[in-house]
């Protein structure tokens, strides 16, 4: 199997794997896939919480219901050239994420984090196919996708709201509605804006496109 290079020795998993962090999703991604081929090409990693092209195909409605029990979603992307972990974050709710091109995840579990420090050696990368879709448990770790090529784009539904501003405010790892965060001490981005360093280790990148494993 041809799976991406890293600078680092990490497990690599498919779909086809079981793990405790995550399974495959049943989603129709053929619609998906046909918008996130229309997504702008740009440097920097961008999320967009809510779409409402992608809000109305049946596969999110499904997904809505199947996953979530018809609990709302909000359905968005992530997409851009970023090859770099640079942190963990992680939801009390599950997380479908749908691959418009291959990329990577990489994923941890909630439970290593001590003392708001997680060290990124316990992490595993699951690689995606373009139109694969893969249901994130809830305390899965996880950041942006990784691109494997010269970018990335994939479709995020999660609990609508999630991602908001907090009306309490930032607390620590508490960065968002339904989100915690800790960013590694290379992200200097994430420093920036307000991110708690508490990842150490190797930030995980992907260095080459595919190898033979």
Avoid at 88 to 95: A, C, M, Q
Avoid at 123 to 131: D, E, H, Q, S, Y
Avoid at 178 to 207: Q, S, T
């Amino acid at each position: 199997m041809k799976t991406p290079a890293f600078n680092c020795d990490i497990e690599v998993y498919t779909l086809a794997d079981e793990s405790p962090l995550f399974r495959a999703a049943d989603v129709d991604a053929e619609g998906i896939v046909a918008l996130a081929d229309a997504l702008p090409h740009v440097t920097d990693n961008v999320y967009v919480a809510s779409d409402p092209a992608l809000e109305a195909l049946p596969a999110v409605r499904k997904a809505e219901r199947d996953v979530f029990a018809e609990l709302p979603v909000q359905a968005g992307w992530c997409y851009g050239s970023g090859k770099k972990m640079n942190g963990v974050e992680w939801h009390k709710s599950s997380e479908v994420v749908v691959a418009g091109t291959d990329c990577v995840l990489v994923l941890g579990d909630v439970r290593d984090i001590v003392d708001d420090v997680y060290d990124s050696s316990r992490a595993v990368a699951l690689f995606l196919k373009r139109g694969e879709a893969a249901e994130l448990f809830a305390g899965t770790l996880h950041l942006a996708p990784l691109a494997v090529g010269e970018r990335f784009a994939a479709a995020i539904i999660l609990p609508r709201g999630t991602n908001a501003p907090l009306a309490g405010g930032i607390d620590g790892a508490l960065r968002a509605v339904n989100k915690w965060l800790l960013v590694h001490p290379d992200n200097e981005k994430g420093i920036r804006a307000g991110g708690k360093i508490g990842v150490k280790g190797v930030n995980i990148a992907v260095i080459s496109d595919y190898e033979d494993k």
